[in-house]
DNA sequence: CTGAATTAGAGAACTTTTTCTCGATAATTA
DNA sequence: TAATTATCGAGAAAAAGTTCTCTAATTCAG
């Protein structure tokens, strides 16, 4: 019998489908607050203007079982992608670097609700240490390995210059990050084991420059949606 | 005969393919400055931690033509990536939002050397309007359609809050954008004929949270590298 | 109570991307 | 001058991801 209402066994997850998944949440929120009570993978997917196989298919994959003719409960299907991505379950995050960007990531304050949360700030700039940016504390970088094994910390941000980011990922390695996320322009090595996952905007940026060069200025009338 | 040292033909290019060619550009700039000149895809590889046939064929489908037992002359293939890219003639950009994400974006003084350049800002905030952020005033928002048009700007970047995100997407294909860069966390439609690129940072996070509660804290010892 | 319509689920087909393999070429060494 | 080796270039194979198609279950209408 295959696994029925348990999201118990994560065998392979598509990536693609994982990072889609928030589109769906946001959408299902919008349609909780105007009073739907029940959806389908069609209703969804027209919603967004995505094919409906490919919804019916991400849906699935997080393991939820909707009824034939009728589709899922709103309320359960929200409940359950909470539950699936993590979201009702926050980690604790170390930020380091403490400039715009980091400023900018502090002030996200939704966050919180979708799995993560920032509990400190580290920086190198005697500036900066000391001083308090959204109500979190500014720590001198040199205390950020201790910090990370001391509050078993999970997850580092990487908000600093590119050529710093790589020893401030060694120092979250050495106190035993798990996940870190980086959004340094920098490709930065890390061990096998740790969970990298990078937010370079000059990677879009090579995409973004070289279609509108390439792809002709189409005279399109079709509407249509995202990637 | 195959196309040679000519790159005219933008036939099928992988976007992932696209997306990696930042990092092997950094890499190579690097090398560029440690005084070396000549490079394999081998090296590149060796130096970035990733598979050597998987760099090749990137390099390759950029068209650049490379000599057997030797690789590719550093500068050559440095400008042959800006080239390919449009990196080297920059595009113009409009911003929409002044807020703290909007301000970090205004304070990247590299993206002009990496072939956009966001010439104006608006918002639609009172108090900002008429500021100026990082040397460049804050328009009110209703005048971003007719910018556009005027000054043909092919590029506009969303950086506002994401119930405003659709509206300001509306605006930009009003005054004929060719490309949206979207950085708010909201699903835009736009027509077909749109480049569309989102940055939504939920996707990743969605990402991150799943693998911190389902990819098991493995013992690794081998060192590798990112995704 | 019966038939029509809609939807989930599952597998097949297709597409895209990555990895593997091999021949050709140029530099290096004997 | 010939053998050797490192590398590019290109095609084939494999893997991953997306789209298509069909079946079974359930609701709704008559």
Chains 1, 2 share one sequence.
């Not at 029940?38 to 209703?43: E, K, M, R, Y």
């Not at 929200?78 to 170390?94: C, T």
């Not at 304050?109 to 000391?130: L, P, Q, Y």
């Not at 710093?164 to 959004?183: T, Y």
Request: glycine residues 8%.
């Amino acid at each position: 019998m295959k696994s029925l209402a348990s999201n118990d066994r994560p065998r392979e997850i598509p990536e693609a489908s994982l990072r889609r998944l928030p589109i769906y949440y946001r959408s299902l929120q919008m349609m909780m607050r105007a009073g739907i009570s029940q959806v389908s993978c069609a209703d969804l997917a027209r919603a967004l203007g995505l094919d409906p196989t490919l919804v019916r298919k991400d849906i699935e994959m997080t393991g939820i079982v909707g009824k034939p003719r009728v589709g899922y409960t709103l309320q359960d299907l929200v409940q359950w992608i909470e539950n699936f991505l993590g979201w009702n379950r926050p980690k604790k995050a170390v930020l380091v670097g403490a400039g715009s960007l980091g400023s900018a990531l502090l002030g996200y304050d939704r966050f919180r609700s979708h799995g993560m949360e920032i509990v400190a700030v580290f920086d190198i700039d005697r500036e900066k240490i000391g001083k308090r940016i959204h109500d979190r504390l500014v720590q001198p970088l040199m205390l950020l390995p201790d910090f990370i094994t001391r509050e078993h910390v999970p997850l580092g941000l990487i908000a600093v210059p590119a050529a710093a980011a790589q020893s401030v990922a060694d120092l979250m390695v050495v106190g035993g990050i798990r996940a870190i996320w980086n959004f340094a322009p920098a490709h930065v090595r890390v061990p096998a084991r740790i969970i990298l996952q990078n937010e370079d905007l000059y990677h879009s940026l090579a995409s973004l420059s070289f279609k509108l060069e390439n792809v002709p200025p189409e005279n399109g009338i079709i509407y249509a949606e995202d990637n």
